[in-house]
Nanobody
Framework: QVQLAESGGGLVQAGGSLRLSCAAS????????MAWYRQAPGKQRDAVAV???????NYADSVKGRFTISRDNAKNTEYLQMNSLKPEDTAVYYC?????????WGQGTQVTVSS
């Protein structure tokens, strides 16, 4: 079992930045995929950034060039750096880790971007 705890959400003005963190309860050495998802009210949960075990990344078109996913293995922590935030980025953000085909989720952190 792995527990994930997100932090770093909050209220920010459009154009501002936030960095989300996701701390794992133990090292996910064999994590195949680390990712961030978001869910806005009334919408489905969608992936915004994916970091594969080989180091390659994928981003949703809506966040390309603005968001960066990264990991610090020494701290068992995954990050999402979000720059040039827009009101449409407002959502609950969730981190996810896939270990041997099983997905583990954090509890979510609210990000609100005001215009």
């Amino acid at each position: 079992q792995v527990q994930l705890a997100e932090s770093g959400g909050g209220l920010v003005q459009a154009g501002g930045s936030l960095r989300l963190s996701c701390a794992a309860s133990r090292s996910p050495f064999n994590a195949s995929v680390m990712a961030w998802y978001r869910q806005a009210p009334g919408k489905q949960r969608d992936a915004v950034a994916v970091l594969n075990s080989g180091g390659s990344t994928n981003y949703a078109d809506s966040v390309k060039g603005r968001f960066t996913i990264s990991r610090d293995n020494a701290k068992n922590t995954e990050y999402l750096q979000m720059n040039s935030l827009k009101p449409e980025d407002t959502a609950v953000y969730y981190c996810m880790i896939d270990i041997l085909g099983r997905n583990y989720w954090g509890q979510g952190t609210q990000v609100t971007v005001s215009s």
